[in-house]
């Protein structure tokens, strides 16, 4: 069986695409990987929902301050410049448009870039915490998983079977085995990993996939 | 406006809590700015058939230790005695964590309620409440399970939901320092969801690291004036 992406890897080329002087808050989960990540050179500003925007990177689990820390309850590293303010301003800023990248884990994702991460069967208490807010108000929405489930069924989607966190909302998918952007006309194949064809992560899809001109093999 | 705020206990200030009270729990979800000895105070106190709005359900003690070394007491605490009928939040259980929290446990008994609201719509909701608003319309959960039930409106070409404020009758919040004015400042990200829960309840009961006299608080980062905060616990961390 040819090799996917680990987490890091993804998360080094999700972090590609962090421009300098962004604003980016990175969901719940493997998101949080690529506050360690930044592409030399460029500062941008980590927003956490819980009201913090400009930490640092992940800090030490020993020296844990728990008045620091993301909105996935990892301790974070203080920078120059941050600030931190209340629930309701941090939501102000999130669906005012302020901030303007999210990184967002999934479920599933439609054709049409409906987003389904937050309530799964057998699991009906789970809650959408910030992400229905996130994905409804950032100027752009990223996903960041894994390209199939544990059982090896197709996470893109026709249409998502999980209940939605924002219907239309993606922008880019990034997994362990591709980089698909969202758009009008559908879902185009920008990029595979290392050694994979388009045929063969189609087959692993269940949305049709469109196989851009230019497509390449991911580099970091 | 009450002259003495200051409270030598949680437990009495926490002691007129009354069966079937709407009580609102600051912090974000885990150790950092939750009031934690103010609900355990309430855990003990017994008042029953609560709803409780708070971003997080709680994870109870024994998950907690996922979190913090040794664990700590959360909203969790509250469901041992059955004393919550509802929870209204964003968060009731974290995905990530197995399904044995005290509100998942009981949920799917059908001994809990729960109202799942959007995380900043649960925000503003609570400033509405807190500013004397009717509601609002957000384009939060359009297209989603949270629309039913709701009315929608299209302003500017976009569609919105309208979602109606809440208040409480109790908060029990947390802030770094008081002063015994009830002027509060916080501490990091333990800011979260205790400013706007502290305007939102007729009765707001704050637990600080510390008490300070009127003055030792510069006016210009105070971020919850006086008026808002009924009474004050000093219960150093």
């Known amino acids: 069986m040819k090799a996917r992406l680990d987490e890091q890897t993804i998360a080094l080329r999700v972090a590609k695409e962090f421009e300098d002087g962004m604003g980016i808050n990175l969901g719940y989960g493997m998101p949080g990987l690529c506050a360690n990540l930044i592409p030399e050179g460029r500062t941008v500003y980590f927003h956490g929902e819980n009201g913090v925007l400009g930490y640092g990177a992940l800090g030490e689990d020993k020296q844990k301050d728990y008045e620091l820390i993301n909105a996935s309850d990892q301790p974070v590293t203080p920078m120059p410049g941050m600030c931190f303010f209340d629930s309701a301003m941090s939501f102000d800023m999130i669906r005012g448009g302020h901030i303007d990248l999210v990184v967002l884990g999934a479920y599933q994702v439609s054709q049409t870039g409906d987003l389904a991460n937050w309530g799964r069967p057998g699991r009906p208490a789970t809650g959408m915490g910030g992400g229905m807010d996130l994905a409804a108000g950032c100027k752009s929405v990223i996903v960041m998983m894994l390209h199939n489930t544990k059982d090896g069924a197709a996470r893109i989607v026709k249409q998502c079977s999980f209940p939605l966190t924002a219907k239309n909302c993606v922008d880019k998918i990034f997994t362990n085995l591709a980089v698909i952007d969202v758009t009008p006309k559908g879902l185009i194949l920008k990029e595979v990993a290392p050694g994979w064809t388009a045929e063969e992560v189609q087959s692993l899809t269940e949305a049709p996939l469109i196989i851009a001109d230019d497509l390449k093999e991911i580099e970091l | ?183 509060l400042v916080y501490r990091g990200t333990a800011r979260c969801f205790n400013p706007v829960m502290a305007m939102a309840a007729k009765t707001t009961i704050v637990e600080v690291d510390e008490l300070v006299q009127p003055g030792e608080l510069d006016p210009e980062v105070i971020v919850t004036p006086h008026p808002f905060v009924s009474r004050i616990v000093e219960v150093p961390r």
């Open chain 2, 1 to 183: 406006m009450a002259m003495n705020k200051v409270f030598s206990s949680c437990d009495d200030a926490v002691a007129d809590i009354f069966d079937g009270a709407v009580i609102m729990i600051g912090g974000f979800g885990s150790y950092g700015g939750l009031p934690i000895s103010l609900i355990v105070a309430l855990a003990k106190q017994g008042a029953r058939n609560l709803t409780i709005i708070a971003n997080q359900g709680g994870v109870g003690l024994e998950l907690s230790k996922k979190i913090k070394p040794g664990g700590y007491q959360d909203i969790g605490a509250l469901y041992a005695k059955g004393q919550v009928k509802k929870f209204i939040g964003s968060v009731p259980a974290l995905g990530g964590m197995p399904p044995t929290s005290p509100i998942e446990t009981l949920h799917r008994e059908g001994k809990v309620e729960i109202e799942m609201v959007p995380q900043g719509t649960l925000a503003e909701r609570i400033r509405a409440g807190a500013g004397g608003l009717g509601g609002f319309y957000t384009p939060t959960g359009v297209g989603t399970p949270v629309e039913i039930g709701k009315e929608k409106k299209v302003i500017n070409g976009k569609e919105y939901l309208l979602e109606l404020p809440l208040t409480a009758d109790f908060a029990l919040i947390k802030a770094h320092k008081a002063d015994t004015l009830g002027n």
